[in-house]
């Protein structure tokens, strides 16, 4: 039964690092915010600050940093002596909750909802890694409530230790009073800004620069769209990706720049801000190879009214549904994307009303207030979880008594 706060409550929230590195980070970011304004108190424990640590400074009652949430194989005396210390920090801060966005900080918050006697919350916006490790599965049973941002995602993490019965699907929310469409003179503003041209057809990418998101096949179908249709300008807004390699990814960008030499392409670095840049552009596309949860490259545009064009993965479909379903296109596939983006050429001037249908599809469907909504009744629910665990706890066998629920 899913059971609505009564009241405000403190809420532990744990992060890697506060700053635009992807959808991810802004996810947490807007949504723990919003959960300040509707008056709970929220803590942080995290590991690096970026271009994002003011804005968390702002609503935050205690900003703790550490060196990590999990022991490295590397130091793996160090490491642990900083978790426990991250652990103790934690406890002290006695949260009603404790809200993590990334599977790898479960078990420290497993360890310090045991020690206070709170429930776990795990907000699901990324896919499982190839092979879940064996040590994670406990800890993944002990979420109480789990928020995927979409059921393709859902569907991947079944199997791997999350209970069910548990996992709800929310889509992710949009300020849709932030991401608005462009004020009058805006674009051309900041189309100016960049040295566009005020009629160009301009084509966006937002986002992180790395193999698997499929950059190189949206610059082959530009110079594609580019050769026929005259006057087109391209936008990549990102920086290559701090993941698993980031070497690798520092080389694409340097592929991408050379398979672009001779095209109009302007080359921007992860911004903190994006709307104007959205709001400047004719269409946006998100040419991902990976199975993206939800994207925020698809949903931040519609609500400023600006069409999207997206590969079919992930949870792109539950977003682009009905009729935007039609600028859907296979992963990989240079022709259907060049397709896709040559549909919507001036689209301004033969069905200038496509805009505002965007900006519908997304007040219908991409409410921050829901989201939030949705937020506070998982922890509402996850507290009686909580608390039927601790009696089954007082009334199980002294053999029993030692499991966490």
């Known amino acids: 039964m899913s059971l609505v706060l009564s009241s405000c409550v403190r809420i532990l929230t744990v992060a890697n690092h506060l700053g635009a590195r992807g959808g991810l980070e802004r996810t947490q970011l807007t949504n723990c915010r919003a959960l300040a304004a509707r008056g709970h108190d929220i803590d942080l424990v995290y590991v690096s600050a970026g271009d994002f640590a003011e804005e968390w400074a702002g609503f935050t009652g205690t900003m703790v940093r550490t060196q990590g949430t999990l022991p490295r194989r590397r130091h793996p005396l160090s490491s642990s002596w900083a978790v426990a210390a991250a652990v103790k920090a934690g406890r002290a801060l006695r949260p009603d909750a404790v809200y993590v966005y990334r599977y790898w900080d479960i078990p420290y918050a497993v360890a310090v909802a045991f020690l206070v006697r709170a429930p776990v919350v795990f907000h699901l916006c990324l896919p499982p890694p190839r092979k879940v490790p064996r040590w994670l599965r ?37 300020d849709l009073a932030q991401y608005v469409p462009a004020p009058a003179g805006a674009r051309a503003a900041t189309r100016r800004e960049l040295g566009v041209e005020e009629d160009a ?78 709001q400047a552009a004719d269409v946006a596309v998100v040419p991902s190879l990976w199975p993206e949860p939800l994207s925020r490259s698809v949903m931040e545009p519609l609500a400023c009214g600006v069409p999207v064009v997206a590969t079919r993965v992930g949870g792109n479909p539950e977003i682009l549904t009905g009729w935007l379903s039609e600028y859907l296109i ?61 009696r089954r706890r007082r009334t199980a066998s002294p053999r029993d008594a030692t499991s966490w629920g």
């Open 201 to 278: 057809f301009v084509v966006l990418y937002a986002g992180r620069i790395g193999r698997e998101k499929g950059v190189d096949v949206l610059v082959r179908a530009f110079a594609e769209v580019s050769a026929t249709r005259p006057g087109c300008h391209l936008v990549v807004v990102g920086s290559p990706s701090l993941g698993a390699d980031p070497a690798d990814s520092t080389a694409y960008e340097g592929e991408l720049r050379m398979l672009a030499a001779h095209l109009p392409v302007s080359w921007l670095p992860a911004q903190r801000d994006v709307i104007a840049l959205i």
């Open 330 to 390: 296979a992963a990989g596939d240079v022709a259907a994307l060049a397709a896709g983006i040559s549909s919507l050429h001036r689209w301004r001037t033969h069905d200038p009303g496509l805009g505002d249908r965007c900006r519908t599809e997304a007040e219908m469907r991409l409410s921050l207030d829901a989201e939030i909504d949705a937020i506070e009744a998982a922890l509402g629910s996850a507290s009686g979880f909580a608390q039927q665990a601790r």
């Open 138 to 174: 406990p800890f993944l049973r002990r979420v109480a409530r789990t928020l995927s941002v979409s059921e393709d995602t859902a569907t991947r993490w079944r199997g791997t230790g999350l209970v069910a019965e548990r996992v709800a699907v929310v889509l992710t929310g949009i």
